[in-house]
């Protein structure tokens, strides 16, 4: 019998994002958590029945208390990983897009047509994402089913959320002969499989692992694989996940080919839905956006690996105020880096240089763009609220009815005067490291 270690009543402080630019601090609270993993109530230090609560809790030994400098914070949610690029992990990101896939990123996928190939990668990778206080992820794996498999269970084995795409690419003209599907039928029958699978293997476990269509990007899918996986998409009513206007190259394919913008391309498939995320769209236009908007379509915003591979910055406070979609994604392994609090930096770094410009031969009113930097607020905004919204989750957040998907962090440095909570919260986000990310638990289960 597997006994589930789970936790009930967390005594400490609390942050958590409420909307794009504000956060909710309080200094002393109880979540308490039911059996389904949900968080049930929060009671807070001035409510009547606080002391009666923490006692019971205590007295069954169902309390865990904080430490004076922890505070609990949300899961993070990625929503762009490639798993299956983890080994290569900061490799090559000095190479153009195309020439990085072709000589690093598709020899190595094509390693996992071996399952014992897989199995160690995965469960290091899921162990890596928990261990940086990441509960939900929206992984890319490759076009093998019995290695994406594996990822399903790396994630049920150490209790994370799941959702795992089998990559199609059947493009004989932009996959290398040793790793593609064999034709586009073979694409979707084996993306077909794949869902029959995972449906199979939820019945095995209570922390569900979601099967995600999944056409690698446009230059590598037929016309026929993509109309294929768009019937999937609405056949099952699952998520969709792909690459779209991540770089100059990949938006001059589509041109060339179809003539069209990638996001028109992919919206003709039925491949743009309100379950759609769209990785990276550093080079979406205001019609493409319009069209995000209009769908529903949410966009994984990868900052770290757009300073390498994206050729321009996503104007992440534009897609704020025009309510499209957005989340963060680490892009494991066009990003080096599998912690969202070094996402969450970046994507503020790099919207104050979208902002002020950095041409220093201009003159300052011409160097930058109208669009706004954004704070670390923002940044955590997406990182737990955006992702959920992205993947329709009742999660990241702490509020009554959302899933126990939390982290506790160390302040990771001492306070050496009287510090606001809007102060421990911003030197959390710049400071945090792995080895201050000390407990993560899973809808109420223990993960690190
Ligand atoms: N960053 C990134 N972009 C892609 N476009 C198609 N495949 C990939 C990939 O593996 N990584």
């Given at each position: 019998?597997?006994?589930i270690a789970t936790?009930?009543?967390?005594?400490?402080?609390?942050?958590?994002?409420?909307?794009?630019?504000?956060?909710?601090?309080?200094?002393?609270?109880?979540?308490?958590?039911?059996?389904?993993g949900?968080?049930?109530?929060?009671?807070?230090?001035?409510?009547?029945?606080?002391?009666?609560?923490?006692?019971?809790?205590?007295?069954?030994?169902?309390?865990?208390?904080?430490?004076?400098?922890?505070?609990?914070?949300?899961?993070?949610?990625?929503?762009?990983?490639?798993?299956?690029?983890?080994?290569?992990?900061?490799?090559?990101?000095?190479?153009?897009?195309?020439?990085?896939?072709?000589?690093?990123?598709?020899?190595?996928?094509?390693?996992?047509?071996?399952?014992?190939?897989?199995?160690?990668?995965?469960?290091?990778?899921?162990?890596?994402?928990?261990?940086?206080?990441?509960?939900?992820?929206?992984?890319?794996?490759?076009?093998?089913?019995?290695?994406?498999?594996?990822?399903?269970?790396?994630?049920?084995?150490?209790n994370?959320?799941?959702?795992?795409?089998?990559?199609?690419?059947?493009?004989?003209?932009?996959?290398?002969?040793?790793?593609?599907?064999?034709?586009?039928?073979?694409?979707?029958?084996?993306?077909?499989?794949?869902?029959?699978?995972?449906?199979?293997?939820?019945?095995?476990?209570?922390l569900?692992?979601?099967?995600?269509?999944?056409?690698?990007?446009?230059?590598?899918?037929?016309?026929?694989?993509?109309?294929?996986?768009?019937?999937?998409?609405?056949?099952?009513?699952?998520?969709?996940?792909?690459?779209?206007?991540?770089?100059?190259?990949?938006?001059?394919?589509?041109?060339?080919?179809?003539?069209?913008?990638?996001?028109?391309?992919?919206?003709?498939?039925?491949?743009?839905?309100?379950?759609?995320?769209?990785?990276?769209?550093?080079?979406?236009?205001?019609?493409?956006?319009?069209?995000?908007?209009?769908?529903?379509?949410?966009?994984?915003?990868?900052?770290?690996?757009?300073?390498?591979?994206?050729?321009?910055?996503?104007?992440?406070?534009?897609?704020?105020?025009?309510?499209?979609?957005?989340?963060?994604?680490?892009?494991?392994?066009?990003?080096?880096?599998?912690?969202?609090?070094?996402?969450?930096?970046?994507?503020?770094?790099?919207?104050?240089?979208?902002?002020?410009?950095?041409?220093?031969?201009?003159?300052?009113?011409?160097?930058?763009?109208?669009?706004?930097?954004?704070?670390?607020?923002?940044?955590?905004?997406?990182?737990?609220?955006?992702?959920?919204?992205?993947?329709?989750?009742?999660?990241?957040?702490?509020?009554?009815?959302?899933?126990?998907?939390?982290?506790?962090?160390?302040?990771?440095?001492?306070?050496?005067?009287?510090?606001?909570?809007?102060?421990?919260?911003?030197?959390?986000?710049?400071?945090?490291?792995?080895?201050?990310?000390?407990?993560?638990f899973v809808q109420g289960r223990f993960a690190?």
């Open positions: 019998m597997i006994i936790v009930k009543v967390i005594e400490g402080p609390t942050i958590t994002s409420t909307d794009p630019s504000s956060i909710q601090c309080r200094k002393h609270q109880l979540t308490c958590i039911d059996g389904e949900y968080i049930e109530r929060i009671v807070d230090e001035s409510d009547d029945d606080f002391e009666s609560v923490r006692q019971h809790a205590k007295q069954t030994d169902q309390l865990l208390t904080l430490r004076p400098d922890e505070y609990l914070l949300p899961g993070f949610i990625d929503l762009h990983v490639h798993a299956p690029q983890w080994p290569n992990a900061g490799v090559a990101l000095d190479r153009p897009l195309n020439e990085w896939l072709d000589t690093y990123t598709f020899p190595l996928e094509s390693k996992y047509q071996d399952v014992d190939f897989a199995k160690p990668v995965y469960d290091d990778l899921v162990k890596q994402l928990l261990a940086n206080g990441t509960t939900t992820v929206l992984y890319f794996g490759t076009t093998h089913n019995p290695a994406n498999l594996e990822l399903a269970k790396a994630c049920i084995r150490h994370q959320r799941g959702f795992v795409g089998k990559v199609a690419m059947d493009n004989p003209d932009q996959t290398p002969e040793y790793y593609r599907d064999a034709s586009a039928s073979q694409a979707v029958e084996d993306t077909e499989t794949f869902i029959k699978q995972m449906i199979e293997l939820n019945k095995t476990t209570s569900k692992q979601t099967p995600v269509i999944t056409p690698r990007f446009v230059p590598s899918c037929t016309p026929e694989s993509l109309k294929g996986l768009g019937e999937l998409a609405w056949k099952y009513d699952l998520p969709v996940q792909s690459h779209c206007s991540e770089s100059d190259w990949e938006n001059g394919y589509a041109l060339e080919h179809y003539h069209k913008r990638d996001a028109e391309v992919l919206d003709e498939f039925g491949l743009l839905t309100d379950k759609s995320v769209m990785a990276h769209g550093t080079l979406l236009n205001q019609t493409d956006l319009n069209r995000f908007k209009d769908r529903g379509v949410a966009i994984a915003h990868c900052p770290i690996s757009n300073v390498y591979f994206g050729n321009a910055v996503l104007p992440v406070s534009k897609l704020l105020k025009q309510k499209v979609k957005v989340g963060l994604g680490t892009d494991i392994s066009g990003g080096y880096s599998p912690s969202l609090y070094q996402n969450i930096r970046q994507a503020v770094m790099s919207s104050r240089m979208l902002h002020d410009g950095v041409n220093s031969e201009l003159d300052p009113a011409q160097r930058g763009t109208a669009n706004d930097p954004i704070s670390a607020k923002n940044g955590f905004y997406l990182a737990t609220v955006g992702g959920a919204e992205s993947l329709h989750l009742r999660t990241g957040q702490i509020k009554p009815g959302y899933l126990a998907d939390l982290q506790v962090v160390q302040a990771p440095m001492p306070s050496f005067n009287e510090e606001t909570m809007d102060q421990i919260f911003e030197k959390i986000i710049y400071n945090a490291s792995k080895d201050d990310v000390k407990q993560v690190k």
